[in-house]
């Protein structure tokens, strides 16, 4: 059975290995804007982010502690502003499944963390941002009740 857990400094050399599969996924979708292959952080700013309480990441493994995939997220929270309420967003920067675990609950998994862990800390809602060459993903975000909240739109020169 899996199951999920906040990341460890343990977790580093594995996460980084998933957070290049997630950038190949954006390059072969819009190679004009992602380099490939990459990681958008690295060992050290991991470290900084796994310790930060405002920037909870979650694993999920299997019985043998094989990472199979990560939920990066991020307290937000805007307050006095002149027209949003204080409400608290945690927002999802990232979920990673592994290619060899997609389509066996993993992705489901760490979402029902994300949500069991934002329902305990008393935040309003969760977001996330997905890139409309990702179909595969906004397709499984659709089933699990996101919509769209704001579309982000480009013109390319």
Same mark, same amino acid.
Request: proline content about 3%.
């Given at each position: 059975?899996?199951? *999920? ?9 594995? $996460? ?6 997630? %950038?190949? @996924?954006?390059? =072969? ?5 992602? /380099?490939?292959p990459a *990681? /958008? #952080? =690295? ?15 979650f694993v999920?493994?299997?019985? %043998?502690?094989? $990472? ?16 949003? *309420? ?6 999802? %920067?990232? $979920?990673?499944? %592994? ?14 963390? @994300? ?17 409309s060459c =990702? ?5 499984? #975000?659709?089933?699990?009740?996101? @919509?769209?909240? /704001?579309?982000?739109?480009? /013109? @390319?020169?």
């Amino acid at each position: 059975m899996y199951k *999920t857990r906040l990341a460890k400094v343990t977790d580093i050399d594995r $996460i980084l290995e998933l957070l290049i599969q997630v %950038d190949m @996924v954006h390059h =072969n979708g819009r190679p004009d804007i992602f /380099k490939g292959p990459a *990681t /958008k #952080y =690295n060992a050290q700013e991991l470290e900084s982010i796994i310790s930060d309480e405002k920037t909870p990441v979650f694993v999920c493994e299997d019985e %043998d502690g094989t $990472i199979m995939g990560h939920a990066f997220c991020i307290h937000r929270q805007i307050l006095d502003d002149t027209i949003l *309420t204080d409400i608290k967003t945690l927002y999802i %920067d990232d $979920i990673c499944v %592994d290619e060899a675990y997609r389509k066996m609950g993993v992705g489901r998994k760490l979402y029902q963390q @994300v949500i069991e862990y934002a329902k305990q800390k008393g935040y309003y809602n969760v977001t996330l941002n997905v890139w409309s060459c =990702n179909p595969g993903a906004v397709k499984f #975000y659709e089933t699990l009740g996101f @919509v769209p909240q /704001k579309i982000g739109m480009e /013109k @390319v020169l």
